[in-house]
């Protein structure tokens, strides 16, 4: 609502949470062409497959690694940006934080971009509704949320890790609140543990940020189909 009220850009981010291609499939509320950073397939066939499908999108694709000059422009030029944060960084930019109670690495681009650009910065969700009974094809809906405060401590680093923590929380919650819609195949929680822990302890005594509870104390969903 500021974005569009403001006429701004927003920083979005997504997760593999229903049918997450609907999201650059479909205009963003109020606006289209967003950019979307993806990754490559590994597979030829698959990635050949992938681009012809999204270059029918009202999107801007851009290469996942390399691209925060065009992303800053996107923003820059009042043009939303789409990020799925659920995806394990192997790069020296992914961040640790807690995601249902243990350390996984994931990317900090979305806070690096909303904090740089001073963007505001939501979760949108392509959710499953219902089945049409035709050919087993389902109907989605954009669920949008809300503007999610951003922590400015004057510490970039500090506060990439918190607020990467606060985005990663908002997945989790709707992950917990309809997990049949979640689909992740990678182990996202490759991470060592005694290092985890130390790096998470540190965000908590920085930022004072309340993480989630300990392995013991809550569940890590398998993943859903």
């Known amino acids: 609502e500021r974005a569009r009220k403001g006429n701004l850009s927003a920083v979005v981010f997504i997760g593999h949470f229903g049918n997450w291609e609907m999201v650059g499939a479909h205009p963003l509320k109020y606006q289209d062409n967003p950019g979307i950073p993806v990754k490559k397939i590994s597979n030829p ?28 422009r996107k ?10 944060i659920d995806q394990r960084s192997r790069s020296r930019e992914g961040v640790i934080v807690d995601f249902f109670g243990r350390p996984v690495r994931v990317i900090g681009s979305v806070a690096r971009l909303a904090l740089t650009a001073d963007k505001p910065v939501i979760m949108v969700l392509a959710q499953r509704v219902a089945h049409s009974g035709t050919h087993g094809l389902g109907r989605y809906k954009l669920v949008y949320g809300d503007e999610i405060p951003l922590v400015r401590t004057g510490d970039m680093k500090a506060d990439i890790i918190a607020n990467t923590q606060r985005f990663i929380k908002c997945l989790e919650d709707a992950v917990r609140e309809d997990p049949v819609q979640w689909f992740w195949l990678h182990d996202l929680w490759r991470v060592k543990t005694s290092m985890g822990r130390v790096e998470l302890k540190a965000v908590i005594d920085a930022t004072g940020e309340v993480l989630g509870g300990s392995s013991d104390e809550r569940d890590i969903p398998r993943q859903a189909a």
């Open 75 to 84: 923003v820059n030029n009042k043009e939303h940006v789409v990020f799925a």
């Open 45 to 72: 066939y698959v990635q050949s497959f992938m681009e012809h499908a999204r270059g029918k999108f009202p999107a801007e694709i851009l290469p996942a690694h390399g691209s925060i000059k065009d992303l800053l």
